[in-house]
């Protein structure tokens, strides 16, 4: 059993299940209780329910999404962080998997903030449909004249667990939001790069998370008034072991500032002179990232796409952090699961293999932590204490 909090796996255990919670735990034969139903379990390996907490779930057809999010558990992700969406949409997938009508990942949403200037952007107008661009609640236009004790309440009111900070924000007014958001006991996930606010003015700000190693070249970069330029920055310019990335990362540290890396959208996407550049820089940060102790939180922005991986992205974002990213396999199962749970604000109840939380987990035919790979051996996942089928 390896029980997503970093410790090492622990061998021959019993877990007990009970109205979907974990309810006890312990050595072989030791829990002295008969349970209902049994699985065997014997030879295979425990790990929580993987989460993927950087995805979209977007405005597809209902049966599309519905089959993205089957596809997406039965391949072993048992949570997902959508990081804005409608959320409209995302509230009535949210509330079809925890009413047992459709099967899919325990889904988290956030609501969106950005500058004026973000409004014209085709992906928030898809997501805000019968809204003047900027006044959905989960999709607000905010700067110097917003009531942010107003716009955080309405935020609250979508359902969403927190705040993604996206573009055309200044300092001033990323400070604002994030006071008020944790004022309010929600969380606050930035775009690493708002523009014009670089992402130092993001960590002193007090952010939860920064989305997107690449971004973060723009700490080092005087070019930061357009966000559609942010996917290109100067790597070349600001090396991965510049003062400027060492000063920023050492800032994260201090602030208990977690990285959201996404290696798997950045490994794609871009001519072939960027990704050379931008593929060996963003591990590298990574990796000095995992060094210090930053909190690596893994996701994805892809959450499942069968035409390429016949399971989830995320497995593959697994391999990538163990290969290049620095992290060891039992880390990154962590940044996948409890790291993931604190994302999404759900750790106290989820996202480790610890008694009272949710009785997420995946049943491997394969060690994990000798081979990161073997997140893919599937035998079983348990959702909320239900076999999927
Ligand atoms: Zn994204």
């Known amino acids: 059993m390896i029980d997503g909090t970093g410790a090492p796996a622990r061998p ?11 309810a006890a735990l312990g050595p072989t034969g030791a829990l002295g209780q008969a349970p209902d139903s049994v699985i065997d379990a014997a030879g295979l390996f425990a790990i929580p ?9 977007g405005n597809a057809p209902w049966e599309q999404r519905a089959a ?18 409608d959320a409209r949409s995302n509230g009535d997938l949210q509330r079809a998997v925890v009413a047992g009508q459709i099967q899919g990942p325990r889904v988290y949403y956030v609501a969106l ?7 014209s952007d085709p992906r928030v107008l898809d997501a ?3 809204y003047a661009p900027g006044t959905a609640p989960w999709m607000q236009s905010v700067g110097e004249g917003t009531n942010f004790a107003e716009a955080v309440t309405l935020a609250r009111g979508t359902g969403a667990m927190g705040v993604k900070l996206y573009a055309a924000l200044d300092s001033v007014t990323v400070a604002r939001a994030t006071a008020e958001a944790h004022r309010q006991g929600i969380k606050v996930i930035a775009h690493s790069a708002v523009f014009p606010g670089k992402p130092g003015d993001l960590v002193a700000a007090g952010v939860d998370m920064l989305a997107h190693t690449p971004y973060l070249v723009w700490q080092g970069s005087s070019r930061s008034d357009n966000f559609l330029v942010r996917a290109n920055g100067d790597f070349l310019g600001v090396p991965a072991n510049s003062p400027a990335i060492e000063n920023l990362l050492a800032m994260m540290k201090q602030r208990g500032t977690a990285l959201n890396p996404t290696f798997w959208v950045f490994e794609r996407g871009a001519p072939d002179s960027l990704l050379n550049v931008r593929t060996p820089w963003m591990y590298a940060v990574t990796r000095r990232a995992n060094e210090l102790g930053i909190r690596i939180v893994a996701g994805t922005d892809g959450l499942y796409n069968p035409r390429t991986d016949s399971l989830p992205t995320l497995h593959h974002e697994l391999e990538v952090m163990v290969e290049h990213g620095g992290l060891t396999p039992l880390q990154a199962i962590t940044s996948a699961t409890l790291n993931g749970a604190w994302a999404c604000g759900a750790d106290a109840t989820s996202g480790s293999l610890v008694v009272g ?4 987990l995946l049943l491997l035919t394969a060690d994990p932590s ?3 790979r073997n997140t893919r051996a599937i035998r079983h996942v348990v959702q909320g204490g239900r076999v999927i089928r």
């Open 357 to 360: 939380k949710d009785a997420d």
């Open 68 to 85: 993205t999010l089957k596809g997406a558990i039965m391949g072993g992700v048992t949570s997902v962080l959508t990081l804005a969406d």
């Open 370 to 372: 000798a081979d990161i």
């Open 128 to 130: 805000s449909r019968g």
């Open 12 to 22: 021959h255990q019993d877990l007990l299940i009970r109205g979907g919670k974990i």
């Open 49 to 57: 329910g993987l989460i993927d907490a950087h995805t979209h779930l």
């Open 113 to 119: 903030f950005g500058g004026p200037a973000f409004f």
